[in-house]
């Protein structure tokens, strides 16, 4: 007990903490990054991730998971924690973008360089993420109904749990095409190729907000702050993100 009044009282390891982050299945990479270089920076502290599509995460949250930051892709599932009163208020910032985009697998031999081309008899399965639950899918519906093509290519999805299990089906070559954004196709760019960028009528905007009942609200704000910082910034454009 003295020992740790003592360390109390000199702010030392005392106010380390786990910090545990829900983060959106896309920023895998780059958030795994971010982890090892603020726990260089912050001796003591461990950044703990959970990474899913969006969706999902806020229900977990929800349900009572001990998580003490959130980062959605799409502001819809950040609206919906918001709405749930589960984030703490005002600590709600967008602190990345990303862009949609239609790719197929490397050594496809389907022309297919717009979305109309997926019109196709011969294009019979083409992934995205659920449009219930995975932000990139209600990018991608969205997209596909802006084109008056969502009807005629409804039958021929293949929907993915997270944007990363989309990229898995057109790397493996089980789908002729499929929508993820840009920085998830870098990541697998000697097995997909990417065919077309395609424009949404909503910017790809990602926030990052403090769980209101986290167990580690000090230790989660510190995690923000350092996400949004240039260091962290550097990171995450090395993978392809840009400023939102």
Known sequence: MLVALVLAAMGGAASAADITVSAAASLTNAF???GTAYEKD???DTVLFNFAASDP???QIAKGAPVDVFASADQDA?????GLKLLAPGTRKNFVANTLVLITPANSRHAIKALADLQQPAITRITLGNPASVPVGRYAR???EQAKLWRALEPKAIYGTSVRQSLDYVARGEVDAGFVY???AAVQKDKVAVVATIPTTTPVTYPIALIAKGPQGEAG???IAYVMAPAAQAVLAK????RP
Do not use: N
Request: proline share 4%.
């Open 42 to 44: 912050h001796p003591g």
């Open 57 to 59: 995460l806020v229900q």
């Open 78 to 82: 950040m609206d919906k924690a918001e």
């Open 221 to 223: 704000r510190r995690f």
């Open 142 to 144: 969205s997209a596909l």
């Open 32 to 34: 795994k990054e971010i």
């Open 182 to 184: 840009a920085t998830d």
């Open 239 to 242: 993978y392809g993100f840009s």
